[in-house]
DNA sequence: CTAGTCCCTATAGCGGCTATAAGGTCAAGC
DNA sequence: GCTTGACCTTATAGCCGCTATAGGGACTAG
């Protein structure tokens, strides 16, 4: 009944490398292994990573996904702080949004200051003179750290 | 009259290691030094990093920044492909907007999913079994990968 | 002559993976 | 039995754009 960890990572859409590395993280338990130290997984397994992707895809990090499998694993009676946690993550999600909207502004004008013409381009201009971007002013707004994979 | 990198710092809100990561990275020149090492700018210097900075806060990545700053240093007669660049940049930040805006119902929706009672979480039931948000299939959405400093 | 502020280089770390190297294991087909 | 190929293992380095740390030198004011 149990597989390695290559149906684990189909079943759940996540390279084997990075099953791995959640476990090295303390995310996932050490598992079994066959005699050739081969990982060997169970439903439980595909249950957590589940679990574990569901957040990363709502934009969770490791360190907020560990204390919810904390909680996930110990239940308490009050589970009151995990709506506030999701509560404090839109809270952040909005944030980048309207961030990224006023950046979206500022590209916009950006885009319209250049004619394009007598061998001068007002874009560079704007960018070594113009005023600054208003949407991060401290740098908040990182676009692109990573390309999404193409 | 040239100035050390403390100076060239404050003039661009910017970390002195910072322009020195540039340096090395070969968006600002090396520069003069004097008898004890340190390095000395001008004005010239100021303006290019305050593109360089300006760039970033419009969310460009260093390779984006080096292609303009080889435009600006040898400006050739066509610039649309920088405005195609913009553009381009414009497309992303609308993508990421899109994908944020569904990301926050969904996690709306999942606040919603606990009543708080009978010692038993709805949100941790959601995020194991629920259905996957939809925003970004292959995970493309990384929110907070750095949080905004604090 | 000391304290404090600036500057220097070099190296490691952040997050969340991804990529690469170099090899072991196992089943199927010849 | 022997090869081929798909899978598995560990270990290490790289991605990006910085940031932090260590360990030191230079310069100024009191």
């Known amino acids: 009944m149990p597989f390695k960890i290559g149906e684990l990572a189909k079943a759940t859409d996540t390279q084997a490398v990075t099953i791995r590395f959640y476990e090295k993280e303390g995310l996932l338990r050490q598992p079994e292994r066959t005699g050739a130290g081969y990982r060997l997984y169970s439903e ?4 957590r990573l589940h679990f574990i992707r569901r957040c990363r895809q709502h934009g969770m ?10 909680f996930r694993d110990s ?3 009050s589970c009151g ?5 999701v509560e404090r993550h839109i ?5 980048q949004i309207a961030s990224l909207e006023t950046l979206k502004a500022h590209l916009q004008a950006l885009r319209g ?6 061998g001068h381009c007002g ?6 003179h ?3 971007c208003p949407c991060c002013e401290g740098l908040h707004c990182r676009l692109e750290r990573r390309p999404p994979q193409e």
């Not at 439980?44 to 249950?47: A, F, N, T």
């Not at 990090?61 to 904390?70: D, H, M, S, V």
């Not at 809270?91 to 944030?95: M, Y």
């Not at 200051?113 to 007598?118: A, K, L, M, Q, R």
Request: aromatic share 2%; glycine share 8%; proline share 7%.
């Open 44 to 47: 439980e397994d595909v249950e």
């Open 75 to 77: 239940p308490a009676p």
């Open 91 to 95: 809270a952040k999600v909005e944030e």
């Open 81 to 85: 702080w995990i709506g506030e946690l």
């Open 123 to 128: 874009i560079i201009d704007s960018l070594a």
């Open 61 to 70: 990090n490791l360190a907020e996904i560990r204390e919810l499998l904390a």
């Open 130 to 132: 113009g005023a600054p």
């Open 113 to 118: 200051s250049c004619s394009g013409e007598n």
